[in-house]
């Protein structure tokens, strides 16, 4: 993804963005086709003086006229009046910008594609494995590790629509001059623009976007989506690795996650780069907001924004994936410790469970008030919940209440459909 954003890439393009406009002239007749052949030809990275390039951008403000100026230099007066011929320096960075940001996408897709295809195979594998859903941090009811885990795979496939969406809003041409309005093309506008989309690979559009950031926008919020829930998913495995739960661990290997001073230690490192890079993602996210905060028809410094903002997004996201993808790829699980767990609270993650069964005999309200009783019973007395709950009914009762409470496994409700349908629909969403 860096290498999408690099210097040499983003040059190469707006080279190649100036030569297919030198062709896009003569497909539109302004020019003949051997003219337009000769300013392609200029439109050459060796061409370039780099550091000249720069520095001249520094004191001009924008890169597209010095650059304009060495291709000139290549090429004899009468057909280096024909180069840029039309454009304004924004068409030619952003039918750039476009090329980069559709190939970006395309790395996102890859990536976001890894971590999906790691996360429907654990949940399908692990659709069966109970363990202590918590809520607020705490225990609450059982459930299965896939269950858990195909909440995430149906974040990653709404990602993956989102992704395909702004990629191709985003992959559109600009040509329209230096007030939006293709002035200085006349009545062969459309024909040339339309033959530098094609040349270009991207779409034709009738309306001017310099100042329309809202694809760009959109593409970028995609990708802080996706990175946001890499870092959820970072954030659980985290939690889920800790010592005194034990229930996850990311891939092993040696020194993988070791520590210079510790060496018990193998840290959740795929887990914290995912952090650590969604929340960069997200951050620059935000700023792309702030660049559609365009006036009139050009930016006066929004634009500058996205030119960290876009691609520290893009790649930051990048990274949020390839850690996820990680994490997804070498998860080792540990059923029995979600099993000790579940006894962990002395079996109090049951009381809904018991609530409901005891109900049909009480009605809900007052099983409600005979299971939360038990359970401050049992906190007081260390005693179990199954305990506790025989000792307000009475042995009397018991025989017949013992039945109906269930164990954990018997408690996980839809959770096989919930993993069944969340690996159908990825893998429709795929193909």
């Given at each position: 993804?860096?290498?999408?954003?690099?210097q040499?890439?983003?040059?190469?393009?707006?080279?190649?963005?100036?030569?297919?406009?030198?062709?896009?002239?003569?497909?539109?007749?302004?020019?003949?086709?051997?003219?337009?052949?000769?300013?392609?030809?200029?439109?050459?990275?060796?061409?370039?003086?780099?550091?000249?390039?720069?520095?001249?951008?520094?004191?001009?403000?924008?890169?597209?006229?010095?650059?304009?100026?060495?291709?000139?230099?290549?090429?004899?007066?009468?057909?280096?009046?024909?180069?840029?011929?039309?454009?304004?320096?924004?068409?030619?960075?952003?039918?750039?910008?476009a090329?980069?940001?559709?190939?970006?996408?395309?790395?996102?897709?890859?990536?976001?594609?890894?971590?999906?295809?790691?996360?429907?195979?654990?949940?399908?594998?692990?659709?069966?494995?109970?363990?202590?859903?918590?809520?607020?941090?705490?225990?609450?009811?059982?459930?299965?590790?896939?269950?858990?885990?195909?909440?995430?795979?149906?974040?990653?496939?709404?990602?993956?629509?989102?992704?395909?969406?702004?990629?191709?809003?985003?992959?559109?041409?600009?040509?329209?001059?230096?007030?939006?309005?293709?002035?200085?093309?006349?009545?062969?506008?459309?024909?040339?623009?339309?033959?530098?989309?094609?040349?270009?690979?991207?779409?034709?559009t009738?309306?001017?976007?310099?100042?329309?950031?809202?694809?760009?926008?959109?593409?970028?919020?995609?990708?802080?989506?996706?990175?946001?829930?890499?870092?959820?998913?970072?954030?659980?495995?985290?939690d889920l690795?800790?010592?005194?739960?034990?229930?996850?661990?990311?891939?092993?290997?040696?020194?993988?996650?070791?520590?210079?001073?510790?060496?018990?230690?193998?840290?959740?490192?795929?887990?914290?780069?995912?952090?650590?890079?969604?929340?960069?993602?997200?951050?620059?996210?935000?700023?792309?907001?702030?660049?559609?905060?365009?006036?009139?028809?050009?930016?006066?410094?929004?634009?500058?924004?996205?030119?960290q903002?876009?691609?520290?997004?893009?790649?930051?996201?990048?990274?949020?994936?390839?850690?996820?993808?990680?994490?997804?790829?070498?998860?080792?699980?540990?059923?029995?410790?979600?099993?000790?767990?579940?006894?962990?609270?002395?079996?109090?993650?049951?009381?809904?469970?018991?609530?409901?069964?005891?109900?049909?005999?009480?009605?809900?309200?007052?099983?409600?008030?005979l299971v939360?009783?038990?359970?401050?019973?049992?906190?007081?007395?260390?005693?179990?919940?199954?305990?506790a709950?025989?000792?307000?009914?009475?042995?009397?009762?018991?025989?017949?209440?013992?039945e109906?409470?269930?164990?954990?496994?018997?408690?996980?409700?839809?959770?096989?459909?919930?993993?069944?349908?969340?690996?159908?629909?990825?893998?429709?969403?795929?193909h």
């Open positions: 993804m860096a290498a999408v954003f690099s040499e890439r983003t040059v190469r393009d707006w080279l190649l963005v100036e030569a297919e406009l030198g062709r896009a002239l003569a497909d539109g007749g302004v020019i003949d086709e051997a003219t337009g052949e000769r300013i392609a030809g200029a439109c050459r990275l060796d061409v370039v003086d780099l550091e000249r390039l720069w520095a001249e951008s520094a004191n001009v403000g924008y890169p597209i006229f010095p650059l304009v100026k060495q291709i000139c230099e290549a090429l004899d007066d009468r057909d280096a009046a024909w180069v840029h011929y039309g454009a304004t320096t924004q068409d030619i960075m952003d039918t750039a910008l090329l980069q940001l559709r190939d970006a996408a395309d790395r996102l897709l890859v990536l976001l594609g890894e971590v999906g295809d790691g996360l429907a195979r654990l949940v399908a594998e692990h659709a069966g494995t109970v363990m202590a859903g918590r809520t607020h941090a705490q225990q609450a009811v059982p459930t299965t590790f896939g269950a858990k885990l195909a909440v995430f795979l149906g974040e990653a496939t709404r990602h993956r629509d989102r992704l395909l969406r702004a990629r191709a809003a985003v992959a559109v041409v600009s040509l329209f001059g230096a007030g939006g309005t293709s002035a200085a093309l006349g009545d062969v506008a459309g024909r040339v623009r339309t033959g530098l989309a094609a040349r270009t690979g991207l779409a034709d009738l309306a001017p976007w310099h100042v329309s950031r809202d694809t760009i926008a959109e593409l970028t919020q995609a990708a802080a989506l996706a990175a946001a829930t890499c870092v959820r998913l970072g954030r659980e495995i985290v690795s800790r010592t005194e739960i034990g229930e996850v661990a990311e891939a092993d290997g040696m020194y993988r996650g070791a520590s210079s001073t510790m060496p018990q230690k193998a840290n959740p490192i795929s887990s914290e780069l995912a952090v650590g890079f969604g929340v960069m993602a997200t951050s620059h996210a935000q700023a792309v907001l702030r660049a559609m905060e365009v006036g009139h028809e050009r930016a006066a410094g929004e634009w500058q924004v996205e030119w903002a876009v691609p520290g997004a893009l790649v930051a996201a990048a990274g949020a994936l390839r850690a996820a993808a990680a994490i997804t790829g070498g998860l080792r699980v540990f059923p029995d410790r979600m099993a000790v767990n579940l006894t962990a609270d002395g079996g109090r993650l049951m009381a809904e469970a018991y609530m409901i069964a005891l109900a049909a005999e009480l009605g809900r309200d007052k099983a409600h008030e939360y009783g038990a359970v401050r019973d049992s906190r007081a007395t260390g005693s179990t919940l199954r305990d709950v025989r000792a307000r009914v009475g042995d009397g009762a018991w025989s017949a209440i013992a109906t409470l269930p164990e954990p496994a018997g408690y996980v409700g839809s959770t096989r459909e919930i993993c069944d349908a969340a690996v159908l629909r990825w893998r429709d969403a795929k």
